[in-house]
């Protein structure tokens, strides 16, 4: 049943060689298009990528992790005026869109579709990856997929048939991120409950270890996600931003 | 089944009094954190507002739609890097999340965890409505929350048993969303056939004759989503990032 399918669900980076067929994902993208989104008017485009050579063109911007050329289907989720716009201009109308505010809706959009899409395709036996390395080099992915102004890459999923079954992933409790009527702020001791789990988990300890840190926060913050890396990715993305329209 | 969840979703925004039992909260809630999230870190978190007090601060902030105080839930998706900041302080290490990418990390976050949670409540029968306007009035809502620093709303679902039973709405055709290996950009003959079907629909023909327009899209773009007021929603979005620290 599907609540099983959201609450089992499972990253999956390795995939088998069978095709995706193009019925199955016609199917899993109409449930990403049937998603909510900001008034009707679907501010998003999906490039979906089989190309060997486009997917190798992606691949550096995804610091060339193999779910990108291994996986079937590459499913590039992009905020797009575009075609909004276009449809205005032939309308003697002004779509108005090239500001943060239209960015911000259609990302959110872009996204909703997105996820629409992997629990329909992992209700369908596939599984999926998502990677957030596609705001890290947008520059990058909007030259390999040809993405006009108007258009920002805002979040890629590989597919396929898992050819992997991975142990499910910790999560916090869920009272450390659903707060009761306002936001209770933390104290140290809501923080150290919280983390405790992940932080004696033994593969977690073990990431400790092999990186020679003295915790697990100092993993995240020293290693795989440091403030060097955040500041010039946060850069490049500002100005992509501005280079496909969205701020002036 | 939960593809025919998927696949019929309709936006409910008139809900009946039955009350939303903390089980199938809570159960719905956990399908959120269960979905992909970027390192998991879960930089997100999720504000569930039963309250009537708290609901009237929050209505003006989304226009007084009727929503916010008629569904007997309201949940706020907040971008969150609080949080984890509290707890990188505690293990001796810098976070190095006062920057755009780490907060558009937390946005893609939030927004995977949302559409979980609607996909969770539509299969347990419950009703959901997304409220853009969460990125229009950010800094009521902060107020209205006790949102800290580091934490920035991004999407609103109000949640509640349906009390009505709304048409399905058109989307455009599945191929003016998708494209194949890489974007192909739009002709004028292409906008015409994808838009044809929404404009020649009843109900939006009435629409731009309610409104005096000559076509549909300028009832988007003149009255319902005019530049000058994403334009000012967005100065006041940008400026509320910067508030809240990821923007020096």
Chains 1, 2 share one sequence.
């Not at 989104?37 to 060339?64: C, D, W």
């Amino acid at each position: 049943m599907y609540m099983n399918t959201l609450l089992n669900h499972k990253t999956i980076r390795k995939y088998s060689n069978r095709e995706v067929d193009n019925d199955t994902l016609n199917e899993i993208l109409t449930a990403g298009t049937r998603a909510s989104n900001t008034g009707n008017m679907q501010l998003y485009s999906i490039i979906a990528t089989r190309s060997a050579e486009v997917k190798a063109k992606l691949a550096p911007a995804h610091f060339n992790q193999p779910m990108i050329t291994n996986a079937p289907v590459v499913l590039t989720f992009c905020a797009d005026v575009n075609r909004y716009n276009k449809w205005c201009a032939l309308r003697n109308t002004d779509p108005g869109t090239d500001n943060f505010e239209s960015l911000t809706t259609a990302i959110v959009d872009a996204v909703i579709c997105a996820q629409n899409v992997c629990v329909a395709a992992e209700e369908k036996g596939l599984g999926i990856c998502y990677l957030g390395t596609t705001t890290y080099n947008p520059h990058q992915i909007i030259e390999a997929l040809n993405l006009p102004k108007g258009v920002l890459p805002v979040t890629t999923v590989t597919l396929g048939y898992p050819a992997e079954d991975p142990a499910m992933q910790l999560r916090l409790p869920l009272g450390a991120v659903v707060h009761s009527d306002t936001y209770k702020d933390y104290s140290d001791a809501d923080i150290n409950a919280y983390y405790s789990e992940e932080e004696s988990d033994a593969t977690n300890k073990k990431f400790v270890a092999e990186n020679q840190k003295e915790n697990l926060a100092q993993v995240f913050a020293e290693v795989r996600y440091t403030r060097a890396a955040s500041e010039a990715f946060g850069k490049i993305l500002m100005d992509t931003i501005r280079k496909q329209g969205f701020i002036k």
